[in-house]
């Protein structure tokens, strides 16, 4: 008799084992419907009629000029964007995960980078920046991986500045020319105007 007890309990755990088990994958048939449809939402992020020009991994600096410090804006992507139809380019940076904006300004012609003292991975410029909603000069110190990753974006920034300066020369020479032939135009209206001589002076008899 003392042989077949223990021989009876492992049975008896074997089969309540395995009703348990049948009990869990045992399909109720129940359908549970959701409590809320969600719909799918085109998310737009105002990108889309821009071509990424360049596009870094990058940690942002803006020069507190209160505290006189350098406070950190986030970690995230830094892009230049170049607009499809009006050919501007300006600097953008999310910070990553939130995807907030930490800069967010136009290249200019007065757009100018310069290497942080002491450091070959960051460059320092000045903007008039638009990432809080409201355009304000900032300083931004920004710092990459590497030396090459760094003198990359600044290359490609004073490309991009040279480039606006050279546009900005053209649009300037082009008013000034379209101002001096306006001039020449009044010019030879007058002469004309004093040459031609009045109907009075014309129908006037000789004395």
């Known amino acids: 008799?003392?042989?077949t007890e223990p021989e009876k309990k492992v049975q008896e755990e074997e089969e309540n084992t395995t009703a348990a088990a049948t009990g869990?994958?045992?399909d109720t048939g129940a359908e549970f419907a959701p409590?809320?449809?969600?719909?799918?939402?085109?998310v737009t992020?105002?990108?889309?009629?821009?071509?990424?020009l360049l596009d870094l991994k990058a940690k942002l600096y803006r020069y507190d000029k209160e505290g006189s410090q350098w406070k950190e804006r986030g970690t995230g992507n830094v892009k230049l964007l170049k607009h499809k139809e009006?050919?501007?380019?300006?600097?953008v940076m999310r910070q990553n995960k939130t995807l907030k904006i930490c800069a967010n300004h136009l290249v200019t012609a007065?757009?100018?980078?310069?290497?942080?003292?002491?450091?070959?991975?960051s460059c320092v410029w000045h903007a008039t920046d638009f990432s809080d909603g409201e355009l304000k000069d900032e300083m931004f110190c920004i710092r990459f991986a590497s030396i090459e990753n760094c003198r990359t974006f600044k290359d490609k920034v004073e490309e991009i500045a040279?480039?606006?300066?050279?546009?900005?020369t053209k649009e300037e020479d082009k008013d000034a020319s379209d101002a001096a032939g306006l001039l020449d135009n009044l010019t030879v209206s007058e002469k004309k105007t004093e040459a031609t001589p009045s109907k009075e002076e014309a129908s006037s008899p000789s004395t």
């Not at 409590?35 to 085109?42: H, S, T």
């Not at 992020?45 to 990424?52: L, M, N, R, V």
């Not at 009006?86 to 600097?91: C, D, E, Y």
């Not at 007065?110 to 991975?121: D, L, P, R, S, Y």
């Open 1 to 3: 008799m003392a042989s």
């Open 24 to 26: 869990e994958e045992e």
């Open 35 to 42: 409590i809320v449809r969600l719909e799918e939402v085109a």
């Open 45 to 52: 992020t105002g990108e889309e009629d821009e071509d990424a």
């Open 86 to 91: 009006s050919g501007k380019v300006r600097l």
């Open 110 to 121: 007065a757009t100018k980078m310069q290497e942080h003292v002491g450091n070959e991975k």
């Open 162 to 168: 040279e480039s606006v300066r050279k546009s900005d």
